[in-house]
């Protein structure tokens, strides 16, 4: 099974704080990624797309590193809002229709 | 638009029990996904569908059988509920291979 990695967490972390994720996969041939945001007991979000050249929107800030086959997860002065898990998604080159999902990573932001 | 709905949203079978989850969009993506999410498992494929007619397995596909005769609609079926089935159960489409995935606020199963 083509591998997605991500540490489980909790991140915990203060209000304010930047916390940054990562997360590495086996598959060199992978072609696109995710970020998805899901909270308790409810379903996954689109967070954000990562491209090659990597992208910021507001706070969040992701980045893809080929050569090292990570994804990262930046977010800056965090807030209460953002506790979460951060799932990571990738897909293979050529269209897959099967992507692979990280098991998420937990954020806990608190006063 | 209601994007992507599941029912019932909440269900417990006992074992050897059938039931059929439920999955609409009206997004009109001809891509549609079923997924189980287990703690610490992450999500994990069933089947999935690329056009009405058209259906695949994914990565856990016993136990399960889908159909897809419209655009709409993707139902899974569990013929023969198992305890190890006990999931939460996610709908999802895409507009692509590849691409965003859109997902319903899923089906809380238990089988006894």
């Known amino acids: 099974r083509k591998e997605v990695e991500q540490d489980p967490g909790p991140f915990n972390v203060p209000e304010g704080a930047t916390v940054a994720f990562n997360c590495t996969y086996s598959?060199?041939?992978?072609?696109?990624f995710f970020w998805y945001r899901q909270d308790c007991r409810k379903e996954p979000k689109l967070l954000m797309s990562?491209?090659?050249s990597g992208n910021e929107d507001g706070r969040f800030t992701a980045q893809l590193n080929r050569a090292s086959q990570y994804i990262s997860l930046l977010i800056r002065d965090s807030k209460l809002s953002d506790s979460a898990t951060y799932l990571c998604?990738?897909?293979?080159?050529?269209?897959?229709?099967?992507?692979?999902f990280g098991r998420g990573t937990s954020l806990i932001v608190h006063p | 638009n209601a994007g992507v709905t599941q029912t019932p949203k909440f269900q417990v079978l006992k074992t050897g029990q059938s039931m059929t989850l439920q999955c609409a969009q009206d997004m009109n993506h001809e891509y549609m996904s079923w997924y189980r999410q287990d703690p610490g498992m992450g999500l994990r494929l069933i089947h999935y569908?690329?056009?009405?007619?058209?259906?695949d397995q994914g990565e856990v596909p016993n136990g399960y059988n889908v159909s897809r005769s419209t655009t709409e609609d993707f139902p899974l079926r569990l013929l023969s509920a198992a305890p190890s089935q006990t999931s939460v159960y996610f709908c999802?489409?895409?507009?692509?291979?590849?691409?965003?995935?859109?997902f319903g606020p899923g089906t809380r199963l238990t089988v006894l």
């Open positions: 569908s690329v056009g009405a007619g058209i259906t």
């Open positions: 990562v491209y090659s």
């Open positions: 998604v990738v897909n293979e080159a050529g269209g897959s229709y099967i992507p692979t």
């Open positions: 999802a489409t895409f507009p692509r291979p590849g691409g965003e995935q859109f």
């Open positions: 598959n060199s041939a992978s072609q696109s």
